[in-house]
């Protein structure tokens, strides 16, 4: 049995989330990947993700593992698996890793970028890749309103009311807001995340950045520990799981440079 651990980019706004839902009608990205893989293998396959998104939101730094008996070269998980998923899925690398390896729980870290324009009229060409928000955003009051979330905390007020994880105490590592034009991104990297937690913090960050609410609210509403207490979710199609980080010995293949929106100017 052999573990293969694969690097899965995907178009969200296609799927109704990463994990396979009970309805077949339902397209996930978990189950076209496990249909096209067991096809490959020619015996049923299972994945387990990094970090499952939800629906409308993107991925260009998935990271994947299944377990397999198929004598298979890695190219052929690539370029089989490309040839049978959605167009909207692209497998950039598959590599063999011991049972000891997680997608999960092996993962040390996630990053997620969130683009959004507060520019009008609307980018069509952006549409279902950037967020469209009211604005003008003032990315400086964000960024600085943003440092209060640093480090370990009961992150309650911005996981979704359906969250099943046993606590809310996450650490976040690094919290950036820029700009860059029309563009707003904020960058977020943490040991591990709530249900909704990156888009219940952006809609957060949107109403200080609209100067609706001052820069020291973000860390009163972390403390109250309140979901009603914070802002409303932000739209899921400007998410982007962009990186997941490992430890040394279970390190990965380099991602190509030219992946989107991971290599947007000024922003990774």
């Given amino acids: 049995m052999t573990r293969w651990v694969l690097g899965v980019e995907y178009d969200g706004t296609c799927f109704s989330g990463f994990q396979r ?3 077949p009608r339902l397209p996930t990205v978990q189950g076209d990947l496990e249909a096209a893989l067991s096809r490959i293998a020619n015996h049923p396959v299972r994945l387990v993700c990094a970090g499952r998104t939800d629906a409308g939101v993107h991925a260009t730094g998935q990271v994947v593992h299944f ?3 198929a004598l298979r070269a890695a190219k052929d ?5 490309n040839t049978l998923t959605h167009p909207g899925i692209c497998i950039h690398w598959a590599i063999a890793r011991d049972e000891a390896f997680h997608a999960r729980f092996s993962a040390l870290w996630r990053r997620y970028l969130y683009l959004m324009t507060d520019q009008r009229p609307r980018q069509s060409l952006l549409r279902d890749r950037v967020a469209e928000v009211t604005g003008p955003l003032d990315a400086d009051s964000m960024g600085q309103a943003a440092l209060a979330l640093l480090g370990e905390h009961d992150f ?4 979704a009311a359906g969250c099943q994880a046993r606590h809310a105490r996450r650490t976040v590592q690094r919290i950036d807001v820029r700009r860059a034009g029309s563009l707003v991104a904020v960058e977020i990297q943490a040991n591990a995340f709530l249900q909704h937690m990156v888009r219940n913090i952006v809609g ?3 109403e200080v950045g609209r100067g609706e609410r001052p820069g020291s609210w973000l860390g009163e509403v972390l403390s109250e520990r309140d979901r009603t207490r914070a802002g409303v979710a932000a739209p899921p199609e400007g998410l982007y799981l962009v990186e997941v980080g490992y430890p040394g010995e279970s390190a990965l293949p380099s991602w190509p440079a030219t992946t989107w929106p991971a290599s947007w100017a000024g922003f990774c």
């Fill in 156 to 159: 309650s007020s911005f996981r």
């Fill in 204 to 206: 957060s960050l949107l």
């Fill in 67 to 69: 377990d397999s008996f």
């Fill in 21 to 23: 839902q009970a309805s």
């Fill in 77 to 81: 998980w690539v370029r089989g698996g």
